[in-house]
């Protein structure tokens, strides 16, 4: 199985940790140079049974500027295009403006959405279901996987969740 993951969340909320933790194991591509296309590639994972190419997608961000519009919609078609997309969000810190504004975004969109609780390190475990039904209320999420991408917490869970859209 192979396919295209694009990743959106507010900065600070674990993208490029998440990175890390699952390219780190398989190495593969890691590029960080400045974004020359559309999309930067931010790494390929490979192991026996699967290969995933994440995207970032940087123009997921409030509106500042004409350019900010095309890069808002060329984020979009970005995610129309995709097997699936990860909306990371940070568990310390709750729900806030920033997760709102990308799940307006994701309203239009038809891929299915992975709903990434990071950080759950952070959190008291009987605080991660009501968080979870605040998120509901934003999107009708595909999957729903609390990790921690710092410490590996239930990443692989992650992986195997996104490979059921490739
Ligand atoms: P990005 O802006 O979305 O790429 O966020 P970063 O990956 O740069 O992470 C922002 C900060 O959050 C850094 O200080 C990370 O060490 C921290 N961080 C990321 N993931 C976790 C996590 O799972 N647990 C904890 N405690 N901190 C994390
Ligand atoms: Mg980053």
Do not use: C, W
């Amino acid at each position: 199985k192979s396919g295209f993951v694009a990743i959106v969340g507010r900065p600070n909320v674990g993208k490029s940790t998440l990175m890390n933790q699952i390219i780190g194991q398989k190495i593969a591509i890691m590029s960080d140079k400045p974004q020359t296309t559309r999309n930067k590639i931010h790494g390929v994972y490979t192991s026996e049974d699967k290969q995933i190419v994440f995207l970032d997608t940087p123009g997921i961000h409030k509106r500042q500027s004409k350019l900010g519009d095309f890069m808002n919609s060329t984020a979009l078609n970005t995610l129309g295009e995709v097997e699936a997309v990860l909306f990371l969000v940070d568990a310390a810190e709750g729900l806030g403006g920033g997760d709102r504004f990308i799940a307006e975004r994701l309203k239009d969109v038809k891929t299915p959405v992975i709903l990434v609780l990071n950080k759950i390190d952070r959190i008291e475990p009987e605080q991660l279901l009501p968080m979870i039904d605040e998120y509901r209320k934003l999107h009708e999420f595909a999957e729903i996987v609390p990790i921690s991408a710092k410490l590996g917490n239930n990443v692989n869970t992650l992986l195997d969740q996104i490979s059921k859209y490739l």
